[in-house]
C-alpha cells in the first residue's frame, strides 16, 4: 500500500503551521513540564462564531484540516479518517465536573456531546458539507497508524481518489496531574532541548495536530510517498522488535543499508529508550539517527508529528541539526525509517520515500 503525500496541516509547540521554513527558529521551552502547542489565527480559517463554540483540540483539528485542504487545492476530500489516543479531554473534563457540581441533574448536554473522540473528525465534515466516508481510530499508540491503514486501504481499493488523514491528541493540567501520578512524566521541570540528559524515569509530555492529504497519484504538490505501514505490540524482547523492524525493512526495501535516515521516538525515559540503544548498537550502527519528541513531547499520536517531519526532510532535502542524535554524514534523502513505540507496548514503523 503506498500513497503520496500532497500537503500537511501540522500545528504543535513548534512554528509547524505558517510552513516558512523548516525548523528554522526552534522552539526552546526551559525548566517546563510539558509542552503545548502554539495555536494559529483561527479567524484566518473558519468563522469567530463558529470557533467560540469549539473546544481547543477541535479548533486545532478542524484548522490544520481545513489547511492541509486548501495547500492541496482540495475543497472536499473522499474520506475523512482520524486517530486519536484519548480525543477532547477538555471537553470531556467539562462534562464531568458539570456533573458533579449539578448532582447530575439537569446537565447540558454539549460538553457531552462533544467530548466523544469523533468529534474532530465530524467537525470537519460539517463545516465542509462532506458526506464520504468518515472515521476516528482510538487505539492508544497505534491510533494514528490504525488511521493511516484505513486511508490507505481506502486508496487502495479505489474507495477515494483522496483521503484526509490525522492524527490528534491534547494535554490539560488535570490530565497532566492524573498521568503524573501513574509516574508517567519527568518529576521535574527540565529543558525540552536537553531532554534526553535527564537519564532517569519518565518523559515530557506534549501534544500536536498533524492531517495529511493523501492520494494514489503523484502531482507537483507531492511532498513525499508513504511506502508502507507496520505495528506490533508488546514484543518479549528487544531482539524480537529488532527482528520484526528487520522483516519489514527486508519486505519493503531489500537491505538495511538502503535507508538514508532514522527517526526515532527516544522520549528521555530510562527503560522506554533502551530499545532504540540496542538498535543503535545492532541494525541501525551504521545509520543516521535522530529523534524528534524533545519538540513535541510525548502522546499517543506523536508518530504523526514524526511523518511531519520526515516528509519535509526529504521535500527539503535537509535534516536539521536539533533533530539529529549522532555524528554520523548525512548525504541525499531517499529513504526515511520512522520506528516508534508508545510505552513499549504499541510499536509503530513506517518507511516514508521521496517522489
Not at 465530524?122 to 487505539?139: D, E, G, Q
Not at 491528541?169 to 498521568?179: A, G, K, Q
Not at 543516521?288 to 519535509?312: I, Q, R, V
Request: glycine letters at 8%; charged letters at 20%; hydrophobic letters at 40%.
Amino acid at each position: 500500500m503506498k500513497a503520496y503525500i500532497q500537503s500537511i496541516g501540522a500545528i504543535s509547540p513548534q512554528n509547524t503551521f505558517t510552513g516558512e521554513g523548516f525548523l528554522q527558529e526552534v522552539m526552546a521551552y526551559h525548566h517546563a513540564d510539558y509542552l503545548k502547542c502554539i495555536e494559529p489565527a483561527y479567524i484566518d480559517f473558519m468563522d469567530p462564531m463558529a470557533s467560540r463554540r469549539m473546544s481547543r483540540i477541535v479548533k486545532m483539528g478542524v484548522c490544520a484540516a481545513l489547511k492541509c485542504l486548501r495547500d492541496a487545492g482540495i475543497d472536499n476530500p473522499g474520506a475523512i479518517v482520524t486517530g486519536t489516543g484519548l480525543g477532547c479531554i477538555a471537553d470531556t473534563e467539562k462534562f464531568l465536573g458539570s456533573l458533579y457540581a449539578n448532582e447530575e441533574k439537569l446537565l447540558n448536554p454539549t460538553p457531552f456531546i462533544q467530548s466523544t473522540h469523533n468529534t474532530v473528525a465530524a467537525a470537519i465534515a460539517l463545516m465542509l458539507k462532506c458526506k464520504n466516508y468518515n472515521n476516528t481510530f482510538v487505539h492508544r499508540g497505534f491510533s494514528f497508524e490504525d488511521a493511516l491503514l484505513d486511508g490507505l486501504m481506502l486508496l487502495q481499493e479505489h474507495s477515494a481518489s483522496n483521503v484526509l488523514v490525522g492524527g490528534l491528541d491534547e494535554l490539560t493540567d488535570h490530565s497532566y496531574t492524573i498521568t503524573s501520578r501513574l509516574g508517567l512524566w519527568k518529576k521535574q521541570s527540565l529543558d525540552n532541548l536537553r531532554l534526553l540528559d535527564y537519564k532517569d524515569d519518565g518523559s515530557l509530555p506534549g501534544e500536536g495536530v498533524a492531517f495529511f492529504l493523501l492520494s494514489e497519484s503523484k502531482s507537483e504538490k507531492s511532498l513525499a510517498k508513504i511506502n508502507a505501514v507496520s505495528t506490533f505490540y508488546k514484543p518479549d524482547s528487544h531482539a524480537e522488535a529488532e527482528r520484526k523492524i528487520q522483516d519489514f525493512v527486508s519486505t519493503h526495501l531489500g537491505d538495511i543499508a538502503n535507508v538514508d535516515f532514522v527517526i526515532t521516538g527516544m522520549n528521555g525515559d530510562r527503560v522506554a529508550d533502551e530499545v532504540y540503544h540496542h538498535l543503535g548498537r545492532t541494525l541501525f550502527s551504521r545509520l543516521p539517527c535522530g529523534y524528534y519528541k524533545h519538540l513535541c513531547g510525548e502522546y499517543d499520536t506523536s508518530s504523526s508529528f514524526a511523518l511531519y517531519l520526515a516528509s519535509m526532510i526529504l521535500k527539503t532535502q535537509q535534516v536539521p541539526v536539533v533533530l539529529k542524535c549522532d555524528d554520523k554524514p548525512v548525504g541525499k534523502m531517499k529513504n526515511i525509517l520512522i520506528y516508534n513505540h508508545l510505552r513499549s507496548v504499541n510499536h509503530g514503523i513506517f518507511l516514508v520515500s521521496t517522489c
